[in-house]
C-alpha cells in the first residue's frame, strides 16, 4: 500500500496572524535570521522590543506555526516557535493542519538531508539565493497516519536531543580552555601580567599557501588541499576536502605536518585550527596561512591566542590603525605575541592535549549520532 502524500501548500500554507490583532505596546519577541543556528534550528538568543518596533517586511507568528526560511535553503533553518512574535519575511510562517499533519513531523521532514539537498538544487539568485516559492508550495510530502507521524517526530526529536547534549559537552571543553587561558595568560591584547613581547615572525615560520589558478585544477599531480572553508575554531571540517596539482617542489613547500597551525587570511579573519595528521597527505591554499611555532612557544597556546585576538578586537588593534578584511603575510608576522614562561606554556599545552582528546572523543559521537539521525530520517522521509 503506498504512503498517501499532499501538497506542501494545501497541509501547510503560509498564514501569519494579523498584526491588527496586536497591541503595539506589547514586548514580544524579535526573530531574525541571524538568531537562528544552522542545521538545526535552534535560537541563538531571543531579542524582544515592542510590537511596534518591528519592521514593514516582518509578518506575525505563534507557537501554531514552523518557520521556514527560503534565503539559503542549505543553511536550513527550520524554526518551532515556542510564544508570540514578529519575524522576518524570510521566514515563511507555515501553518499546519493539525488534522492532516504534526507539527513535529514537519519541521522534521523539512530538516532531512534528502528534503534540504533538493530543495537547495530549487533556487533563484546568486549572491542571495531563494527558494522557488512555486516548487517549494507544489512538493508533495509523504503523510503516513497522524498518530504514526507522532511516533516519528518523537523518535527524531529524541535522537536531536542526544546530539545536542553531545554539542553542549562540546562546547563546555572549548569554554574551559579559553577560560583557562585568560586565568593563566591574561587579555593577550593588553596583557597585564607583563610577558615579554615578540613579533611572530620571530618566534614561528609564516607560510601563505599556494594560490589557486585554473592551470593547478586540471594539472597532472592533484593532492588534496585545505582552504578556509575547511577551518573552525579548534577543528577542521574535512567533509568536503578538494583537489588541485601541486609539482614536487610545491609539495615539500606547502606540507603540512603535526603541530602546524593553520590560519584563515580572510573571512573570520584569524580564525585558525592545528593540524594533527587528519588526512594522510594534505596541503593547503592561499586562504590559509601555515604557521609553525618555534620553542619555547607551542601550537596550543598560539590556537587560543589566536582566538582572543579575535574576540577581544587584537588584531586591528596591534598591526592597523583600522579594521581589515585580511591578515596578510606582513601583519601576521608583525603580530606581537606575549611569550610566557616555558614552564606555564608546556603545563597548559599538556592540559589542553588532555582535553582536547576528551573533545575528540565527543566529536566522534556526535558525528555517530548524526549519521544515526541521518539514516532514520532517510527511512522515515522519501524524497523525490
Given at each position: 500500500m503506498?504512503?498517501?502524500?499532499?501538497?506542501?501548500?494545501?497541509?501547510?500554507?503560509?498564514?501569519?496572524?494579523?498584526?491588527?490583532?496586536?497591541?503595539?505596546?506589547?514586548?514580544?519577541w524579535h526573530?531574525?535570521?541571524d538568531?537562528?543556528k544552522?542545521?538545526?534550528?535552534?535560537?541563538?538568543?531571543?531579542?524582544?522590543?515592542?510590537?511596534?518596533?518591528a519592521?514593514?517586511s516582518?509578518?506575525?507568528?505563534?507557537?501554531?506555526?514552523?518557520?521556514?526560511?527560503?534565503?539559503?535553503?542549505?543553511?536550513?533553518?527550520?524554526?518551532?516557535p515556542?510564544?508570540?512574535?514578529?519575524?522576518?519575511?524570510?521566514?515563511?510562517?507555515?501553518?499546519p493542519d493539525?488534522?492532516?499533519i504534526?507539527?513535529?513531523?514537519?519541521?522534521?521532514?523539512?530538516?532531512?538531508?534528502?528534503?534540504?539537498d533538493?530543495?537547495?538544487?530549487q533556487?533563484?539568485?546568486?549572491?542571495m539565493?531563494?527558494?522557488?516559492?512555486?516548487?517549494?508550495w507544489?512538493?508533495?510530502?509523504?503523510?503516513?497516519?497522524?498518530?504514526?507521524?507522532?511516533?516519528?517526530?518523537?523518535?527524531l526529536d529524541?535522537?536531536?536531543?542526544?546530539?545536542?547534549k553531545?554539542?553542549?559537552a562540546?562546547e563546555?571543553?572549548?569554554?574551559?580552555?579559553?577560560?583557562?587561558?585568560?586565568?593563566?595568560?591574561?587579555d593577550?591584547?593588553?596583557n597585564?601580567?607583563?610577558?615579554?613581547?615578540?613579533?611572530?615572525?620571530?618566534?614561528?615560520?609564516c607560510?601563505?599557501?599556494?594560490?589557486l589558478?585554473?592551470?593547478?585544477?586540471s594539472?597532472?599531480?592533484?593532492?588534496k588541499?585545505?582552504?578556509?572553508?575547511?577551518?573552525?575554531?579548534?577543528?577542521?571540517d574535512?567533509?568536503?576536502?578538494l583537489?588541485?596539482?601541486?609539482?614536487?617542489?610545491?609539495?615539500?613547500?606547502?606540507?603540512?605536518?603535526?603541530?602546524?597551525?593553520?590560519?584563515?587570511?580572510?573571512?573570520?579573519v584569524?580564525?585558525?585550527?592545528?593540524?594533527r595528521?587528519?588526512?594522510?597527505?594534505?596541503?593547503f591554499?592561499?586562504?590559509?596561512?601555515?604557521v609553525?611555532?618555534?620553542?619555547?612557544?607551542?601550537p596550543?597556546?598560539?590556537?587560543?591566542?589566536?582566538?582572543?585576538?579575535?574576540?577581544?578586537?587584537?588584531?586591528?588593534?596591534?598591526?592597523?590603525?583600522?579594521?581589515?578584511?585580511?591578515l596578510?603575510?606582513?601583519?601576521?608576522?608583525?603580530?606581537?605575541?606575549?611569550?610566557?614562561s616555558?614552564?606555564?606554556?608546556?603545563?597548559?599545552?599538556?592540559i589542553?592535549?588532555?582535553?582536547?582528546?576528551?573533545k575528540?572523543?565527543?566529536?566522534?559521537?556526535?558525528?555517530?549520532?548524526?549519521?544515526?539521525?541521518?539514516?532514520?530520517?532517510s527511512?522515515?522521509?522519501?524524497?523525490?
Amino acid at each position: 500500500m503506498s504512503t498517501v502524500k499532499a501538497r506542501l501548500g494545501d497541509i501547510a500554507p503560509a498564514r501569519p496572524l494579523r498584526k491588527t490583532s496586536l497591541d503595539p505596546e506589547k514586548i514580544v519577541w524579535h526573530l531574525n535570521l541571524d538568531q537562528v543556528k544552522a542545521q538545526s534550528g535552534e535560537i541563538l538568543e531571543k531579542e524582544r522590543g515592542p510590537a511596534k518596533e518591528a519592521g514593514s517586511s516582518t509578518h506575525l507568528f505563534d507557537c501554531q506555526h514552523v518557520l521556514y526560511s527560503k534565503l539559503r535553503p542549505y543553511l536550513n533553518k527550520v524554526v518551532l516557535p515556542d510564544e508570540l512574535g514578529v519575524a522576518t519575511t524570510e521566514l515563511v510562517p507555515m501553518l499546519p493542519d493539525p488534522e492532516r499533519i504534526d507539527r513535529r513531523y514537519l519541521a522534521h521532514y523539512l530538516r532531512s538531508r534528502r528534503f534540504v539537498d533538493w530543495i537547495s538544487q530549487q533556487v533563484a539568485g546568486a549572491k542571495m539565493p531563494r527558494v522557488s516559492m512555486k516548487v517549494f508550495w507544489e512538493h508533495e510530502i509523504p503523510l503516513p497516519r497522524l498518530d504514526e507521524q507522532k511516533r516519528i517526530a518523537t523518535i527524531l526529536d529524541k535522537s536531536d536531543a542526544l546530539r545536542r547534549k553531545r554539542q553542549q559537552a562540546i562546547e563546555l571543553t572549548d569554554q574551559l580552555l579559553r577560560s583557562m587561558f585568560l586565568e593563566l595568560f591574561g587579555d593577550p591584547v593588553t596583557n597585564p601580567k607583563g610577558w615579554p613581547v615578540r613579533e611572530l615572525g620571530s618566534v614561528a615560520q609564516c607560510q601563505l599557501g599556494k594560490m589557486l589558478s585554473q592551470k593547478s585544477k586540471s594539472g597532472q599531480n592533484p593532492r588534496k588541499y585545505l582552504r578556509n572553508a575547511n577551518v573552525r575554531w579548534g577543528t577542521f571540517d574535512l567533509s568536503e576536502v578538494l583537489q588541485m596539482d601541486f609539482s614536487e617542489s610545491e609539495r615539500a613547500k606547502f606540507s603540512l605536518r603535526d603541530g602546524d597551525l593553520l590560519v584563515c587570511e580572510g573571512g573570520e579573519v584569524g580564525r585558525c585550527s592545528i593540524w594533527r595528521n587528519e588526512l594522510k597527505e594534505c596541503y593547503f591554499q592561499k586562504a590559509l596561512h601555515r604557521v609553525r611555532v618555534q620553542s619555547p612557544l607551542t601550537p596550543e597556546y598560539l590556537q587560543e591566542y589566536f582566538y582572543w585576538m579575535s574576540k577581544l578586537g587584537g588584531f586591528s588593534k596591534s598591526v592597523s590603525q583600522v579594521t581589515f578584511s585580511h591578515l596578510t603575510s606582513e601583519k601576521l608576522k608583525r603580530l606581537p605575541v606575549p611569550i610566557p614562561s616555558p614552564g606555564l606554556l608546556a603545563q597548559f599545552s599538556e592540559i589542553f592535549i588532555k582535553i582536547d582528546s576528551q573533545k575528540q572523543k565527543l566529536n566522534k559521537h556526535s558525528d555517530d549520532l548524526k549519521y544515526f539521525s541521518d539514516s532514520l530520517s532517510s527511512q522515515f522521509f522519501q524524497i523525490r
